[in-house]
Each structure stands twice: as structure tokens, then as C-alpha cells.
């Protein structure tokens, strides 16, 4: 049983930048990849970014390509989300998620996941 926690949510204005992190309870973080997604008001959940056990592979949303930077301290059980020049598109409830896949960006293949922390875009 892996428990997520994500903080670092909140209002920032259009071009500005967030850090989310997620912490994960449990002695076997590092034996999983790490997703991050996103759900607007009246859409489904989409895959954002991940990040495999070791830290050494990522992928990205091609529109978060460039601005969304994910990386994992697997000492500290906690993995982050860099966001940077946010746009009022990327306001949304973020997600982290832990997978045992070596790989994915489909949410119906992540095992265990947090509680959400709103990120909201000002423009």
C-alpha cells in the first residue's frame, strides 16, 4: 500500500510558475514510476508527465513540453512537478500517481493515488 500526499497548489497569475510535490509513505517508492495528471472542471483526467523508478526516464503532455519539468527524490519519497510559464489552460486539479508499469500515461493502469491539489491560472 503505497499513501500519496500533493501540496503546492494554489493561484498564480498567467506566466507565473508552481512546484508541486506529492509524498509517498512506504518503504517501496523507488519501485515505482511516478505520473502526474490534471482534471478540469467538466473533463476527463489527462496524463501530464512521468517519471520512472529510477529517475532516469521522463515523458510529458506534448502541450506542458518545455514548461512542466517532473523529477523524483527517491531518499526523500517525493516526487515534483516544475511548472513554469503557466497559462489559464493549465488551471486544473493535479494528480500524483504511482504505477508498478515500467511504464504509462493511462490513468486506468496507475495503482494508487492522491487526493488533488488545485492549481488555478489567472490570465
Known amino acids: 500500500q503505497v499513501q500519496l500526499v500533493e501540496s503546492g497548489g494554489g493561484l498564480v497569475q498567467a506566466g507565473g510558475s508552481l512546484r508541486l510535490s506529492c509524498a509517498a509513505s512506504?518503504?517501496?517508492?523507488?519501485?515505482?514510476?511516478m505520473g502526474w495528471f490534471r482534471q478540469a472542471p467538466g473533463k476527463e483526467r489527462e496524463f501530464v508527465a512521468y517519471i520512472s523508478r529510477s529517475g532516469g526516464t521522463t515523458y510529458y503532455k506534448g502541450s506542458v513540453k518545455g514548461r512542466f519539468t517532473i523529477s523524483r527524490d527517491n531518499a526523500k519519497s517525493t516526487v515534483y512537478l516544475q511548472m513554469d510559464s503557466l497559462k489559464p489552460e493549465d488551471t486544473a486539479v493535479y494528480y500524483c500517481?504511482?504505477?508498478?508499469?515500467?511504464?504509462?500515461?493511462?490513468?486506468?493502469?496507475?495503482?494508487?493515488w492522491g487526493q488533488g491539489t488545485q492549481v488555478t491560472v489567472s490570465s
Open positions: 500517481a504511482a504505477t508498478r508499469r515500467q511504464y504509462s500515461t493511462s490513468r486506468n493502469e496507475y495503482d494508487y
Open positions: 512506504g518503504r517501496t517508492f523507488s519501485s515505482y514510476g
